[in-house]
Every structure is written in C-alpha cells, then in structure tokens.
C-alpha cells in the first residue's frame, strides 16, 4: 500500500517493500494539455535530460548512471486524460543485493533533484542553442516517427478524429508545426513558470522507509507557488454516428479501428461494470471478439476492446486482410449487439472475473504497474485501488453489464488501408 | 541440485527426470505471480535434422515450428487457452530461432495451472481442418511483421549476412511456406523435438521447489518416455564472408532505418566460452559506442541518432553477429561517421569499470520481473550458460580482451547493411 500526503503542491507516496531487487521513483510535473503549447512542454523535458549543474553534458549524465549500476533514466512526456505529464523515471539497483553494499537510494533522489531543478542553463538562463536545436530536431522526428508502428498510429488517427480539436485529441508530444515556431528563449521560461504551477507527483516503490524518505523529498523539491487543483477530465460524448474515417498508406494489413463512447469513467460506481463489458468483449483469449474475429473465422490475429478509464472512451481494434473490412465489421457489430441484447454466458462472465482479478493481483509484482494505478487515482481525483476494484468486479451481475452496454455507442470508424484498397461505401 | 547466490539471495533448483526432461525453479517468496514455462529446443532454424532413432533425413517447410506453436493450443474439446482463462490465468506461447517456449502466468490455482501446461503441450491434435484453418490466422500474423519496419530491418540484415544458415529466414516462415504445411509433417517434428529428453520446465514463484519437481516428476510418470539421444540438425556450411554488402527496402516510415551488421563465425561455441565472449562483446560496444562514449554523444549531437541507437551482440552455438541499429536522416553520413569512430575508437579502463557496474545492476534486474527471469534463464539454458555464474569472468576482462576482441570482430569484410527508406525518397 502507498502511504504519504500532500502537501503544498507536492505529493509523495512510497510503497515500502522487500519483494523487489531494485528501487523505483517516479515523479512527475502534471501540466494541462493545450494544443498550442504542448510540444513545448515536450521539448522541456527533452532539455533537461540534456545535462545539469553537476553532470552538465549527455554524455557525464550518463556516465553517472553507469556509476550507479546501470540505473535506468527516461525523461519524457505522457497524457492522461486530459492532462500532459512531464515525467520522469529513475530505476536504480537496490544497493542491498551489490558489492559492498552502496546507498544507492540517496544518490537516485540526488540524481532526479538535480535534472529536474538544476538543468544547465547559460549564463543568460537559457538552454543552450545547441542543446534546443538538438532536441527539438529529435522531437519533430519522434512526431513524425509515429506512423512507424501500424497498430499504434491507427489507434492515434481514430483518437485524433474523434477529439475534433478536443482538448483529450492533442498527441502528448504536440504538433510539429507549433514546434518549428518555438522560440529559445521560451523552452527555459516554460520550466521556470511551470515550476511555479504545476503540481509534482512523487512516488517511490522498493526497499524505501516512508517517512525518512518523505522527508527527503520535502527537503529536496519545492511546490508550486500556486498549483490549481486537479480536475478530472471531461467525459467523452459520440458526436459522429459512426462515420467511418479512411486512411491510405503502403501497407500490408488493414487496421480496423471502432472508437466507442460508454459514458462511465474510473470514478463511477459503474467502472466496475464497464470493465466486466470491455472484458467479456475484447479483453482476453476467451472474449467474443477473439472467439469470433479470430478463431471462428481466421480473419485476424489480434481483436481486442480496451477502455481509456480518465475518458469513459472506448477502443476497438483488428488487423485484418483489406478485402475483409465489412465482413469483420460486421462480426464485430454482432458482438456489440450480443452484448447489448445479453447474450452473455455464465462462463464468459466467471472467466473474465477470474482473468481480470489475476491482472489485478499481478500488479503488485511490478512497480510500474504500482505506481501507474496510483498516479491515475492520484490524478482523476479518485477510483478504487486494485483491491477495492477486484472486489467491486466480484459483485457485477449480467444485469449490470447489459445496462452499461445500452449506453455504448460507436463513435467512429477507422480504416488504415492500402492505396486503392478503400471499402465500398466510403 | 540446490543452489544459493548469497549476494543476491536467490536460490535455484533443478532436478533431471528419468525421461530426461529437466525441471528448474527459482522460489521467490511474496511474489504473487506463478510464472511456468515449457521449453524445447527446438526453433525456427531446425527444418532439416536426422531422426535420432533411424538416422533418416527430414525436411520440412520452413516457418513449421512456429506452426506447430499455434496449433498445440488447440484440443478436440476447444481451445486450451480457454482452460487457462477459467482458472484466471494467462499464457502464450513463442518461437526463437533456438527455441518454442509455452508458458503461462497466474496468482492462483498455480497447482492445476501447471498440469494442464505440461498436458497440453504433451498432447498433440491436428488434423486436416484445423491445419488449414490455422493458415488463414498465420498468414495474418506475417502480414503484421511485414508491415513493421524494425522486423523488416532486422530480417534483412539477416538475409544479407547469412548466406545458407536458417537464421537468414523470418521465424513464421512465409505465407508460401507455410500453405505447404501437413498434418503429417507436424507429427513428425512433434515427435522428434517434444521429447522431454529436449525440453525443460523453468518455474518462479511464491513455491516449495520439491512440490513443484514432485507435481512435474508424477505428470511424466503417466507417459511412457525412453530417454532420447541427441537429435542432428543438418545446418549448411556457413562461410566466414557475409551474404550480401547491403539490402534496402521501402516502406511507409517517416524516417530511414539503418542496421549495420557484423558477422562474427563461430563452431559450437557453448557454455563458459560464450559467456565470456558475450560479455566481453558488449563491454566492448559500451565502450565504443555505448550512451557515455564521446562517439555516441557526436553522432547524437549532429542529429544522425537518437537516444534509441544501440549495439547488440546475439551469440549462439552456431551463429553470432553484432547489430548497430537506429533511425537516422542519414544513413550514409552515419555510417561514414561510425567507420571513422570506430577507426579512431579508444578504449578507456576508468569506462570499463564503469560498465561492468552497470553490467552488475542489470543482471540484478532481471529479477525483478517473473517473466523476464525465466525468459533469461531459457535463453541461457539453451545455451549452456549458468544463471548464477554468468557474471564469474566480469571482473578478470581486461582492456587488453576488449581491444583484442575489437579487432577480430570489427572488420569491414564481415560487415552487412540494412536499410528501410521512406517511400518516395530520393537515392
């Protein structure tokens, strides 16, 4: 269990345990999303992985976390619903199971003070030109490097046209037309006056004493001077009545992508319910569309469902051959109707309880896995811990998965496909 | 056989059936995770063998182990997968060039859970309809790899530095391949490389070790398994030279790709030897061109990397090759810069030291995490390597090891390339 508080701006929560051969800190800076300044807010978090006071190149920063075993740094931005995170993550062996013994948990807190309050700046305040030139060059690129991975960047394009310009639709690392435009002297300004703002998040999983390590931390870190408090996210509502949206790249598979609304996000007493629906659909090896789209009628090799919990926004997706598009749309509307109308077994319901208490459980081997669920509570202001949500998961009926299903509706349709392979009708 | 690495406070326990077949497990109180797996060596390289009892020749379609991984999933009442779900459980299954590996993962009903991994993967069904059916789902899952540009990148580079050895082929085979596929022919590699005289269980968890060999050891007292000798695999002679100096490829990708391969000959390397050759190897690309080297940061600082470029070493008993990989705008200027980084590489003992730390919390590491452990501990295993004595020859290594090795591995003779293009650019 995490314990800690917050406090001034600055939450800290550690989760003390012996089970793990290495110590975990996560913290991160949790910014608004806006499209105007979000590859801005990027490219701050690029920067300053780039060098510090202490360690002032790439090149001594690394060197440093070779010192410290091989620690593992990634310095980057993540989206949650509809916040941007500056985040920063730091693995460091656990000096207890090294030669010699070292305090290997000092020298990590030391190590993420001095990135994330201590960058090297210039004598003028500023990132150095080259290091911005650099980074913001690496950045443009990862934009345009998402197209790199099929299933991914259809699943981003289906987002994308849902949001319609929603805030929730703005890719976490921003847009690369706002990122030519950003000016030097702008990426040291947005650190120093989100400093001031942005409320830090810090969490800590491993061999860890909570309270000297709060305190640790306190000393380390300071708060926003004036941090808003954190809203959850605004539910997403389908406004396209499944307007199918198509894409033409050279590929050799579709992707077939089905963006749904459900109305229930991670704070609702129906969370629980939704999560047995997205389960029995398209969760696991025994959920219908696996069972339908794959095994009974070989036209795919992955059909899966997931729920964005910050959103209540639905994700349905396949690869599948081009000329299957109506086919396996058709399978997959007749799985949403079979769960719509009730046609769910007693077995499709205890198997996806039993697979989903398993994941729930098999999270506490992993600290990321941890720290991920209680970020997301920490940051949506709320929700069940994964023993409360494995409970309240025991208690849904079919009666309660059938009444969350009467309220899912497909958004949108989305087809990646190859040129000249369009389905008919679009 | 018990035995404890007091450092890390691991213990491992292994004992060899009368079948042959080998059960380890590394106990792991707290974890709440049960994770099993069921190997054998048996991968996508082995299409061609001798049959350890009659001697005769066999050869199969390429793409056939990766098949008969699909297809052990199914059973005359349904999926085995579904037995698993029932319990709560996962599994899954996957095929290396060495090795099939089945496993499955869960935090409870352990005890049934393993049963029915050791049942499944012992009980073969194909037949006509199913076999075929399996097609059509395969076929998929290959026109997925081809649409992803860094198998595409690496499986090149494979073709490119092989000339005959089965390494140089993609691990599903082909879609031609596969179509040729017969019931029959699955039989005859299941019953040749599903022997437990070639496999291996590796279990982590919150377990009694002797319950856990004790649940193993009942399963195989049903079967009746003779011991097996060694199955031949009939591998072409592969010479020293590279296949081919280059293959390029377009694809739909925002920027090139570029893998710089380097062929490195080996015969039967094996045990001790290959785990001071792997170390020494990867100190030597740390040092080199490792994230802290001043060639990395150059390369980095003149926008031809990103922070994802790495070196690799893969070694094996019968094949071995390094891989120097990441997206770059120019492919040939980064080539160009690494020739001559690498022509002008010095190698530093105060960065030695430090990579062998680093090399130290890495291993540790791989304990953190169930399914990358017995991942590791597969992958050494059938290679002959010792879990608990991977790391014995890091301090001894030397500047003068990682020097000497840079100049028997680092040719430019051995030395294959591969590149993804983005459509419609010039060259």
């Known amino acids: ?247 033409e790249e050279d590929v050799r598979q579709g992707k077939l992508h089905l963006g749904l609304a459900t109305g229930v996000r991670l ?92 994941e729930l459980k098999a999270e506490d081997d992993s600290p990321s896995a941890l720290i991920g ?14 023993d409360e949500l494995e409970a309240s998961l025991a208690r849904v009926t079919r009666d309660d998965v059938v009444r969350v299903a009467g309220h899912v509706n497909v958004d949108l349709i989305y087809f990646l496909t190859a040129h000249g392979e369009v389905p008919a009708g679009a | 056989m018990r035995e404890t690495d007091a450092l890390i406070q691991e213990t491992l326990v292994t004992e060899e059936l009368p079948s042959g077949l080998r059960v380890s497990v590394i106990p792991r109180p707290g974890q709440r995770r049960t994770y099993a797996t069921f190997a054998t060596y048996y991968g996508s390289i082995d299409s061609h063998f001798r049959l350890p009892d009659s001697g ?10 990766h098949f008969l991984e699909h297809k052990l999933f199914e059973k005359p009442d349904g999926d085995v997968m579904s037995d698993f779900s029932r319990l709560g459980a996962s599994t899954n299954a996957y095929t290396e060039y060495l090795t099939t590996t089945y496993l499955f993962s869960t935090t409870q009903h352990q005890d049934q859970c393993l049963q029915i991994l050791l049942d499944f993967v012992q009980e073969p069904y194909f037949t006509a309809e199913n076999v075929e059916k399996e097609k059509g789902i395969i076929e998929q899952e290959i026109r997925m790899y081809l649409d992803m540009p860094g198998d595409r990148l690496h499986s090149n580079l494979m073709r490119a530095l092989y000339v005959g050895h089965p390494v140089r082929l993609d691990i599903a085979g082909s879609v031609d391949t596969i179509r040729q596929i017969t ?45 097996q000798p060694p199955i031949p695999r009939i591998l072409p002679e592969e010479p020293a030279a590279i296949n081919q100096e280059r293959i390029a490829q377009r694809m739909p990708v925002a920027l090139p790709m570029l893998a710089i391969g380097y062929k490195d000959p080996v015969a039967d390397l094996r045990g001790p030897a290959l785990a001071r050759r792997e170390l020494v190897t990867d100190l030597m690309w740390s040092l080199a061109i490792g994230r802290s080297s001043p060639l990395f940061f150059e390369l980095y600082e003149a926008g031809l990397i990103n922070d994802r ?51 130290r919390g890495q291993y540790l590491a791989l304990f953190n995490n169930p399914g990358q452990l017995a991942y590791a501990y597969n992958s050494f295993h059938v290679r002959r390597l010792e879990l608990f004595h991977y790391l014995d020859e890091l301090d001894g290594i030397t500047l003068d090891a990682i020097e000497e090795r840079f100049h028997q591995h680092v040719r430019a003779d051995r030395r294959a390339l591969s590149l993804i293009e983005p459509e419609g650019a010039e060259r």
Not at chain 1, 306 to 332: N, Q
Not at chain 1, 374 to 386: A, D, M, V, Y
Request: aromatic letters at 10%.
């Open chain 1, 1 to 247: 269990m995490f314990v800690g508080s917050a406090q001034d701006g600055v939450s800290v929560y550690v989760y003390p345990t012996d089970r793990f051969k290495t110590i975990s800190l996560y913290a991160c800076w949790v910014g608004e999303l806006d499209a105007a300044s979000a590859s801005l807010t990027a490219l701050v978090a690029y920067c300053l992985r780039r060098g510090t006071r202490q360690w002032p190149t790439f090149t001594t920063m690394q060197a440093h976390l070779e010192e410290l075993y091989g620690a593992s740094f990634r310095a980057d931005v993540g989206k949650l619903g509809e916040h941007q995170l500056l985040s920063f993550r730091l693995e460091i062996p656990d000096g207890r199971y090294l030669p010699g013994h070292p305090d290997t948990l000092g020298a990590g807190l030391d190590f993420l003070q001095a990135v994330m309050q201590e960058p090297n700046l210039t004598a003028a305040g500023h990132f150095p030109d080259d290091v911005i030139a650099q980074e913001k060059d690496i950045l443009r690129r990862q934009i345009e490097g998402l197209i790199n991975d099929k299933a991914q960047y259809a699943m981003l394009r289906c987002i994308e046209a849902m949001a319609d310009g929603a805030r929730f639709g703005v890719p976490r690392y921003g847009r690369v037309e706002d990122l030519t435009a950003i000016d030097e002297q702008a990426v040291a300004a947005r650190w120093s006056e989100g400093r001031k703002r942005w409320p830090l998040l810090l969490f800590g999983v491993g061999a860890i004493d909570a309270a000297g390590f709060e305190a640790a931390v306190r000393e380390r870190f300071q708060g926003p001077q004036s941090a808003a408090p954190l809203r959850p996210p605004t539910l997403f509502a389908a406004t396209h009545d499944g307007r199918l949206v198509v894409d």
């Open chain 1, 267 to 358: 704070q609702d007493a129906d969370y629980s319910a939704l999560m047995m629906y997205t389960g029995v659909l398209g969760g696991f090896p025994h959920s219908k569309l696996f069972v339908n789209v794959r095994e009974k009628a070989s036209l795919a090799y992955y059909a899966y469902a997931r729920v964005d919990a910050a959103l209540g926004l639905m994700m349905i997706g396949a690869g599948i051959e081009f000329s299957d598009f109506r086919p396996a749309l058709d399978i997959i509307r007749r799985q949403l109707d079979d769960m719509r109308e009730g046609r769910i077994s007693e077995e499709e319901m205890a198997f996806t309880l039993e697979s989903f208490t398993n």
């Open chain 1, 373 to 386: 669920r209680e970020l997301e509570r920490r940051l949506l202001g709320g929700g069940p811990t994964s």
């Open chain 2, 56 to 65: 005769h020749t066999v050869d199969v379609p390429d793409g056939i182990a």
């Open chain 2, 183 to 227: 019931p029959e022919e699955l039989y005859q590699c299941y019953r040749t490389f599903y022997h437990p005289s070639n496999m291996w269980v590796f279990v982590d968890g919150d377990v009694d070790p002797d319950r856990v060999i004790a649940a193993v050891s009942d399963n195989q007292a049903r079967r009746d398994y003779k011991r």
């Open chain 2, 309 to 359: 470029f790495g070196a690799q070493y893969e070694a094996a008993p019968t094949y071995a090759y390094s891989v120097l990989s990441g997206e770059t705008r120019d492919p040939d200027a980064l080539l160009e810069r690494i020739e001559r980084g690498l022509h002008n590489v010095h190698f530093d003992e105060e960065a030695l030291e430090r990579h062998k730390r680093r090399n």
